[in-house]
C-alpha cells in the first residue's frame, strides 16, 4: 500500500527556510501608536483651548447684554443701547475668529510636521527592513540550493 507523503514536515521546513522577522510589524505599530499619541495631543490641546476662547466669548456676549436690557428712561436710549451692543459684538466675533484662526493654523502646521516626520521614519524602517529581509532570503536561498 502507497504511504502518503507528510506535507506538515514539508511546510514547516518549507517556512523554517524563509523566517518572517516580526519585529518589523512590531516597528510599525509602535511608530503608528507613538505618531496617533502626538496627533491626539495637538488635537485635544486644540480642542481645549477651543473651548476656553468659546467659553470667553460667552461670557463676554453676556456682560455686553447685561448693560443693553437695562432699563432706560428714554426711547432713544434703547436704540443706542442695541447699536453699541451690535457694534462691540462685531468686534468681539472679528477677535474671537481671529483666535480660532490662530488655532486652526498652529494645528496645520503641527500636523503637517509630524506626517513629515512620520513620512522619512517610515522611509527609513521600510528601507533597513528591505534590505535585511533581502538579506535573509539570499541566506535562505544559499541554504536551500547547498542541500
Do not use: C, N, R
Not at 517556512?15 to 518572517?20: E, L
Not at 451692543?85 to 510636521?113: D, G, L, R
Amino acid at each position: 500500500m502507497a504511504k502518503t507523503q507528510d506535507f506538515t514536515a514539508m511546510m514547516k521546513d518549507m517556512m523554517g527556510a524563509f523566517p518572517v522577522d516580526t519585529s518589523a510589524f512590531e516597528g510599525a505599530f509602535k511608530s503608528q501608536a507613538s505618531l496617533g499619541e502626538k496627533l491626539s495631543g495637538v488635537y485635544l490641546e486644540a480642542a481645549d483651548k477651543s473651548a476656553e476662547i468659546t467659553s470667553k466669548w460667552t461670557k463676554d456676549t453676556i456682560s455686553k447684554m447685561g448693560e443693553m436690557t437695562k432699563a432706560k428712561t428714554e426711547p432713544a436710549d434703547y436704540a443706542k443701547a442695541m447699536t453699541d451692543f451690535a457694534s462691540s459684538y462685531a468686534e468681539m466675533s472679528a477677535e474671537h475668529m481671529a483666535a480660532f484662526a490662530e488655532i486652526a493654523k498652529k494645528v496645520q502646521s503641527e500636523t503637517v510636521e509630524l506626517m513629515m516626520a512620520a513620512g522619512k521614519d517610515m522611509s527609513e524602517e521600510a528601507s533597513a527592513t528591505i534590505q535585511k529581509a533581502t538579506k535573509d532570503a539570499t541566506a535562505a536561498a544559499k541554504k536551500a540550493a547547498a542541500k
